[in-house]
């Protein structure tokens, strides 16, 4: 039975270790199930720190084999060691030792994936965030830093490559069957930074000369034969290597840099310095086997890992409450490198999407948090959306409220002042502030305050003195934990449009601070006037989503119409058109569940139509105006008591009018959007690609007929536009004769890639309707699938749990009950992955009562199982609790 403590830490305990470490030297020898962990240690006692303090180093599922203290052995009684910790008492007093600790660890048996594992025969590294104490006792927290040297010593044949961090200082034969080499990395760093590779793997080589003229080796290992397929992923790398050169003037710091792409992993990729390891989802492509979709992930990924160089290993996070600090910023800066390598606001509406579907539906629920959290059980269960995707809005509206000139001077000061160390929120926040001279006391509360704030806004025009009054109350919704908040400061960028779409740049505002097109709201009720109004203006609010916030504003569809066609800001136009189509849609769900006729409004299928026909307008912009939002995002707005299959009934009733309404316009656009040529990934044509498929999914509706999808999954001639087709028939067709034999084409032309039968089993997973069970249970008879291999199981249980509401959300709780099963069985082997997949329950209580009470008792299932991990035990009780 396992252990979980229940112990919670705090924030507000942290204090620095007694001991300084100043060098680790670590020797393995690698073997499958025995491998031997050598770590020498050099520590001196901090300042002022009691002499009888003892060394306490933090260990995991850890056997103690040997241990000297200055290369002497040491009496059994001047040390504890357990397999949580090794406690070393009657230390030397003032010059610093050396402490020698051997573990011999089995990597074949971590199927954790923490710590080191082996994985389709490579030997391989997580760490992040507490991985480390898993290879050998140490002080496994991010504020110790310290210089690394590795060697490795290895059988040859089985492992001709050796890796680590660093630079690479050597290597040779050792014995008759085995090699070592030996790496070192100058950068003090912490241990959740620690990587090392070794096997048999093939090779991508490159070069980058940076900035001041070093020049750099570039190295992407796949399994051999793979090779074709790491290009994107190094042309990815070679442009955000140049793009941080030239937006934040970081250059690269050694001599190599290499990225390993593994099959097994927990996450997408991890930034371990000089050696990031992947996922080899967001490493390999090529346009048989990849969507544009992988294509541009892959370009986010690569960019976010190699961007974490700076953000993240230079200066890295003092404790795990400061997450943010480097995942928030980085997410933020992989943002703006994607979209200055793609359309802006393309991009911009992609992430929006994101965020409101996911971290929105985070914060309403029981499993809201801060930014910075202020107490944790499970560090793993805090790598959230919140962390990554609020603190990176929450530092976009930093580079909002300072302007470009602003930003960068904060940003540059941060890199000068804390580089080489392990920083907190509030020294990233003081350097914007002494940067600037800005005060950022109440912006600070970003990082504090959970919760979506909600504005609520009204407008008055009075034409006698030519002013337009705009007022706007905020309201931050009680979290866990969280009942009162404090107003925030809340950067509203907006625009004023007049009756011929002009916009009015007013003459003065008073009641509320603005600068350039933003608001700064800071009391919870405000209300800003603008003189020199000609004529009742169009107020576009909350342009390019400048905060993240529900704004309630109670708006014509007329006046969203008129924004949706003359806005400046495309992201608007967007905006508007969604909140157009929302009541629709909201409605449509209410109707269904009645049993009513549906009804769509006339005016937003025009409004629609209109922009999806505008040969004015970027394809992939009327692509995403044309993608409606989702049964999960009606569920967030209906806000309580949901029926999801009165959502989906609703919307595909809303889909069909739209589709019947403009089945010309898609006829034409499936005819004229195409890519002619030798398939590209780049934006553009990923654009085509998407408004011609979303043309075709239109048509299956207009239609109601397989023909015209079984037809494009017959002609396509790459993954995005196959992997379309094959969507359109199983989702719309499932029984269809047609479907069948697509589903089986694809399986046998594609059996030998484990990525893209990822793909044939998600489709599946997500095929609406209460079959879907039944499905996914026979697909995990598959020989297809196996439930060790995380990208597996988040392919067809994580996708069925998370991406299909009805199908998951059967009325008779079959769903819930299989869902309890499936997270006690992978929580036996992989408590991370059960954890993740566990918070597809996270918006239990907003089901109608008939399902709230299923998936109560499937929660209550797993909370009773007395063998369960810390990390699904954490999850399951916040949401039961919360
Ligand atoms: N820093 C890693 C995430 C580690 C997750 C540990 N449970 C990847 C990233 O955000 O870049
Ligand atoms: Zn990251």
Redesign the pocket.
Known sequence: MRTDTGQVIHLADYRPTDFVLERVDLTFELDPTETKVEARLIFHRREGVDVAAPLVLDGDELTLAGLLVDQSEIDAARYTATPEALTIRDLPEATPFEVTITTIINPEANTQLMGLYRSNGIYCTQCEAEGFRRITYFPDRPDVLAPYTVNIIADKAANPLLLSNGNFLGGAGFGPDKHFAAWFDPHPKPSYLFALVAGDLGVVEDSFTTLSGREVALKIYVEHGKEARAAYAMDALKRSMKWDEEVFGREYDLDIFMVVAVSDFNMGAM?NKGLNVFNDKYVLADPETATDADYANIEAIIA??YF?NWT?NRITCRDWFQLCL??GL??YRDHEFSADQRSRAVKRIAEVRHLKAEQFTEDAGPLAHPVRPVKYREINNFYTTTV?EKGSEVTRMIATLLGRDGFKAGMDLYFERHDGEAATVEDFVKCFEDATGRDLTQFSLWYSQAGTPVVTASGAYDATNATFSLSLEQMIPATPGQSAKEPMLIPLRLGLLLEDGSEVTPASVSGIEMTGDVLHLTQRAQTAVFSGIPSRPVVSLNRGFSVPINLHFNQTPADLAHIARHESDQFARWQALIDIALPNLTQAARDAREGRDIACDPAFIEALLATAGDETLEPAFRAQALTLPSEAEIARELGSDNNPDAIHAGRTAILTAVATAGADLFQSLYDGMTTPGAFSPDAESAGKRALRNIALSFLSYAENDPARASAAFKAANNMTDLAQALTILAHRFPDAPETLDALAAFESRFRDNALVIDKWLTIQATIPGDGALTRVRALQQNPHYNPKNPNRVRALVGTFAFSNPTGFNRADGAGYAFLADEILDIDRRNPQLAARILTSLRSWRLLEPARADHAREALMRIERSNDLSTDVRDIVERILKG
Do not use: A, Q, S
């Open positions: 930034e976010h890992e974490h993240g480097k995942e980085t997410v990554y």
